[in-house]
């Protein structure tokens, strides 16, 4: 192992495609100073956890593969759907104890190793899965689970039974010990499966947006912002977890039953459907109430939602298609050309011939310019 400018380069284990790992010291809280900070966390030397930089290629599947994942996620088989040679990109970027991985990978099929290792897949941890490209889904306790780009997994049991890609996706997966978030969490009851939204939970967005700006700036980060962003992130999951509190059996129903509603809508919207509650409801084999609570629970309504997909949908054909708006108002269910123009003005500010006519990557410009 070679020594330059303070980092170590490590030599890629047999069967990586590609390997650039470098370690480097990222000093812990020290609660001694007034700030909470150390001297070594505001730049010192010191010495402390090690925080791993680097970008992997392995063949899915492959025993290396396994390794990473047992250790990054857990213990299971991943096998890719479409070739033998199939490789996926791993890029780490750790704090500290707290393992942060990008995977980037194409299509797989995934279980646990054995019913004894899914009984303990997450003792001692919490897990979190963001995806960011394609979709991932996943059968948990009899229920398919699908996670679109946005979606936030967040984990303190027994992970899912299965799992799959259809399609290349990228993901983040983080993997927190329990003792840095347990003391946080005020006594409240872990989650066991919690599933959210960047579009629908303000945290969740913000959890988000923490992960992009870590991947882009993780490799100039001073040891003090890398701390910084480690306490950043145990807080947004620790609020992500408190926001949503879980039934008896530590399972938070209501954002799966909205993500699973808002994908029956978008699935019901693509084959010419007019979505409607009831339906919503008897697809997802619960209440029409709960279908509803799940919604407010958000500050939404199962109608807004299903009229911002509606219009964008609009706005696709409006631009790619010569279609008149009393063909747009047929195909999308609207009563008649009129009813369109109303809505969509109300959503978009400027009615669909000015979209169309004035449209120029910006939204919407109107006749008079404003």
Same mark, same amino acid.
């Given at each position: 192992?070679?020594?330059s400018?303070g980092a170590?380069?490590?030599?890629a284990?047999?069967?990586?495609?590609?390997s650039?790992l470098r370690?480097?010291?990222?000093p812990?809280v020290?609660?001694?100073s007034?700030d909470?900070?150390?001297?070594?966390?505001?730049?010192g030397?010191a010495?402390g956890?090690i925080?791993t930089?680097g970008?992997?290629?392995?063949?899915?599947?492959?025993?290396?593969?396994e390794?990473?994942?047992?250790?990054?996620?857990a213990a299971?088989?991943?096998?890719p759907?479409?070739?033998?040679?199939?490789?996926?990109?791993?890029?780490k970027?750790?704090?500290g104890?707290i393992?942060?991985?990008e995977?980037?990978s194409?299509?797989?099929?995934?279980?646990p190793l054995?019913?004894?290792t899914k009984?303990?897949?997450y003792?001692?941890?919490?897990?979190?899965? #963001?995806?960011?490209?394609?979709?991932?889904?996943?059968? @948990?306790? !009899? &229920?398919?689970?699908?996670?679109?780009s946005? *979606?936030?997994?967040?984990t303190s049991g027994p992970g899912?039974?299965?799992?799959?890609?259809p399609a290349w996706?990228?993901?983040t997966?983080?993997?927190?010990?329990s003792e840095?978030?347990?003391?946080?969490?005020?006594g409240?009851?872990?989650p066991?499966f919690l599933?959210?939204?960047?579009?629908?939970?303000p945290?969740a967005?913000?959890l988000?947006?923490?992960l992009?700006?870590l991947?882009?700036?993780?490799?100039?980060?001073s040891?003090?912002?890398?701390n910084v962003?480690?306490r950043v992130?145990?807080?947004?999951v620790?609020g992500?977890?408190?926001?949503?509190?879980p039934d008896s059996?530590?399972i938070?129903r209501?954002?799966r039953?909205r993500? #699973?509603?808002?994908?029956?809508?978008i699935?019901?919207? @693509?084959t !010419? &459907?007019a979505p409607q509650v009831?339906?919503? *409801?008897?697809?997802?084999?619960v209440?029409?109430r709960t279908?509803?609570?799940?919604?407010?629970?958000?500050?939404?309504?199962?109608r807004?939602?299903i009229?911002?997909?509606?219009?964008?949908?609009?706005?696709?054909?409006?631009?790619r298609?010569s279609s008149t708006?009393?063909t747009?108002?047929?195909?999308?269910?609207?009563?008649?050309a009129?009813?369109l123009?109303?809505?969509?003005?109300?959503?978009?500010?400027?009615?669909p011939g000015?979209?169309?006519?004035?449209f120029a990557?910006n939204?919407?410009?109107?006749?008079d310019?404003v």
């Open positions: 192992m070679n020594e400018n170590a380069e490590e030599q284990p047999q069967g990586h495609q590609e650039h370690l480097r010291s990222l812990t020290s609660a001694d007034s909470g900070f150390s001297a070594a966390a505001r730049g030397s010495a956890t925080a930089v970008r992997t290629n392995l063949q899915l599947g492959s025993s290396l593969w390794e990473e994942v047992g250790l990054r996620i299971m088989t991943m096998n759907r479409e070739s033998s040679h199939a490789e996926s990109l791993l890029t970027r750790d704090l104890e393992l942060v991985s995977w980037s194409p299509s797989f099929d995934g279980r054995s019913n004894k009984s303990h897949t003792p001692d941890s919490f897990f979190l899965l #963001a995806v960011s490209e394609g979709q991932q889904s996943l059968e @948990a306790g !009899g &229920e398919h689970i699908l996670l679109r946005g *979606a936030i997994l967040l899912a039974d299965r799992f799959w890609a996706v990228r993901k997966t983080v993997k927190i010990p840095l978030l347990i003391p946080h969490l005020g409240a009851q872990a066991r599933v959210t939204h960047s579009a629908q939970s945290l967005r913000l988000t947006d923490t992009n700006n991947a882009d700036n993780y490799e100039q980060m040891p003090l912002e890398l962003a480690r992130l145990i807080d947004l620790v992500i977890a408190m926001a949503n509190p059996d530590g938070v209501l954002p039953i993500a #699973a509603a808002e994908n029956w809508i699935e019901q919207l @693509a !010419g &459907e009831d339906e919503a *409801a008897r697809a997802l084999n209440s029409r279908v509803q609570r799940a919604f407010a629970a958000t500050n939404d309504t199962v807004g939602v009229r911002r997909h509606r219009i964008s949908e609009v706005k696709r054909d409006l631009l298609t708006l009393m747009l108002a047929e195909k999308w269910g609207y009563s008649d009129s009813h123009t109303r809505e969509f003005k109300g959503l978009e500010g400027c009615t000015e979209f169309r006519r004035q990557g939204g919407c410009v109107h006749e310019g």
